[in-house]
Every structure is written in structure tokens, then in C-alpha cells.
């Protein structure tokens, strides 16, 4: 696997983007503020990010991610999200408990 992954980070950006744009369809900005009528369901939060954080886990095993690939990913959702209009807690709970997620060993 090694510090960087078989992958250029040019897409390791593009895919890190359409998690984000992923989310944001599924779960918009809006629809999770404090005050807003909310029409995403804990339920439904819950079940979109598992299925993103499953794709991030298979995007890693695919292209063998390293320590800076998998930072480079979690940067780049981070600040996609932020640009969709999440606000800063959201974001950054969301960021880390993908990195931490595509971070684990598996078996």
C-alpha cells in the first residue's frame, strides 16, 4: 500500500467531490440546520453515510490508498461539503468519521 496509493491525486479529489455532491443530494444543506423544518430523517442521515462511507472504503481498496491519499480525500470532502453549505460542526464530524472509517484495517 505505501504512503501514497496507486492513484493520481487529481482523482482521488474528483471522487472525494462526488461523495460530497452525493451527500448533498441526498441530504441537503438546508434540509439539516438548526430551525429548519427538517425533512431528512436521522434515519435516512444515517443510512446515506453509511453508503458513502462504503464507497470510500471500496474506492480505497480499489486503488490501494496511503496515509496521503486518504488525508488528501478527507480534505477535499471537507472543504466540498463546506462549499455545498454545511455548516463547520457538521462538517467536520462528518469528515472524520469517513477518514476514520476508510482508515481501519480490515481483514
Request: overall charge positive.
Amino acid at each position: 500500500m505505501g504512503l501514497f496509493g496507486s492513484v493520481s491525486s487529481r482523482q482521488v479529489d474528483e471522487f472525494a467531490k462526488s461523495l460530497a455532491r452525493e451527500l448533498a443530494q441526498q441530504c441537503p444543506p438546508g434540509a439539516l440546520r438548526d430551525g429548519a423544518q427538517p425533512s431528512v430523517t436521522p434515519k435516512r442521515l444515517v443510512a446515506t453515510l453509511e453508503q458513502i462511507c462504503g464507497k470510500a472504503l471500496g474506492f480505497r481498496e480499489q486503488h490501494g490508498l496511503g496515509i496521503y491519499k486518504k488525508a488528501r480525500l478527507g480534505n477535499a470532502f471537507r472543504w466540498e461539503l463546506a462549499e455545498l453549505g454545511y455548516g463547520k460542526d457538521f462538517v467536520d464530524d462528518v469528515t472524520q468519521r469517513l477518514v476514520v472509517f476508510i482508515s481501519r484495517k480490515t481483514k
